[in-house]
């Protein structure tokens, strides 16, 4: 836990007037190793205050990741949808089937929203090409879909629009590489920061032996 500002203040006031006032040390002795006992005190908050930022820094990161995380999965729902229209000769049918290119070209932009249109233009094109086909038709693009170890089209459909929204919220995609320096750092000034308590610890507790001797 920090020491208050209040106690901090304390302490120095204490000190102070000891060394002002001599004649009424008894009446107002400052304690034991005050310099000492505030730079400990001074290292565990500095402590405190690095570990906070590592967590802060933390965060950040894991949510840029996730975002990254979630170009890559609506590229490939849009992938697994267009594959089962591939041999579709129908201009809807091949209208799903390069529908995947701007998901991609967006998606290599990290372009959270164009992304997000981009794939709901997609399921829509793969709606209206399934819309339009026979039963026999259909039977034969959802089998293929099943073949290639994915649903039937109308849950493809689904899943795309449902990763259209989550990388519509990817918003931090493109900082993870800056948001992983940033957690370096704050890592490495969290393992600086360490070090200090120790040291200042051990002189406050000699200063503490020595004033008791």
Do not use: W
Request: glycine share 4%.
């Amino acid at each position: 836990m920090k020491i208050s500002t209040t106690y901090r203040a304390a302490l120095v006031a204490a000190s102070a007037l000891s060394i002002l006032a001599p004649t009424q040390a008894l009446a107002a002795e400052a304690p034991a190793c005050t310099t000492e006992n505030i730079a400990y005190l001074n290292s565990q908050d500095k402590q405190e205050d690095a570990e906070a930022e590592v967590a802060t820094a933390q965060r950040a990161y894991d949510r840029a990741k996730e975002d990254r995380e979630a170009f890559d999965d609506v590229k490939h729902a849009a992938y697994g949808l267009a594959l089962p229209f591939g041999g579709v000769e129908s201009s809807e049918g091949k209208a799903a089937f390069h529908s995947v290119k701007k998901v991609r070209q967006a998606a290599d932009r990290l372009d959270a929203a164009a992304t997000a249109d981009a794939a709901v233009a997609a399921a829509d094109a793969g709606q209206k090409a399934y819309d339009s086909m026979s039963d026999g038709e259909k039977r034969a693009v959802d089998r293929d879909a099943r073949h290639r170890g994915g649903n039937e089209v109308p849950e493809l459909i689904m899943e795309l629009r449902s990763q259209a929204e989550a990388v519509r919220k990817a918003t931090t995609a493109a900082d993870v590489e800056a948001r992983r320096t940033d957690l370096d750092t704050a890592v490495s000034e969290k393992a600086e920061a360490d070090k200090e308590v120790r040291p200042a610890r051990d002189a406050y507790r000699d200063c503490l032996v020595k004033s008791d001797s």
